[in-house]
């Protein structure tokens, strides 16, 4: 059964950066597609990046935020540079079977493992 574990969040003032991780356990992350959600108070949970055979992210994001892979560690990250406050939410990471591409407006449902949650917060 996989397992994932986030790690990583936390305060970060506007325009900084933190790096997130997503841990697996239970089976190779390689053989998966790797999700990275957000959820903020009173809104729905949706889709930033995402990463099998390639990479995508929503418009909100790109040229800010990184996610990559390493292998030997069986782990995900999400770099996210010059953040704002608008990024203020609990990120999930999530798990699917593996395909060649991958869509970051994938929903929530189209994921079958998920993480517990790291909240990051943006403020001055």
């Known amino acids: 059964q996989l397992q994932l574990v986030e790690s990583g969040g936390g305060l970060v003032q506007p325009g900084g950066s933190l790096r997130l991780s997503c841990t697996a356990s239970g089976s190779t992350l390689g053989y998966h597609v790797i999700g990275w959600f957000r959820q903020a108070p009173g809104k729905e949970r949706e889709g930033v990046s995402c990463?099998?055979?390639?990479?995508n992210y929503v418009d909100s994001v790109k040229g800010r935020f990184t996610i990559s892979r390493d292998n030997a560690k069986n782990t995900v990250y999400l770099q996210m540079n010059n953040l704002e406050p608008a990024d203020t939410a609990v990120y999930y990471c999530?798990?699917?079977?593996?395909?060649?591409?991958?869509?970051?407006?994938?929903?929530?449902?189209?994921?079958?493992?998920w993480g517990q949650g790291t909240q990051v917060t943006v403020s001055s």
């Open positions: 990463i099998s055979g390639s990479t």
């Open positions: 999530a798990a699917r079977i593996r395909s060649n591409l991958c869509f970051a407006t994938w929903s929530a449902s189209d994921y079958t493992w």
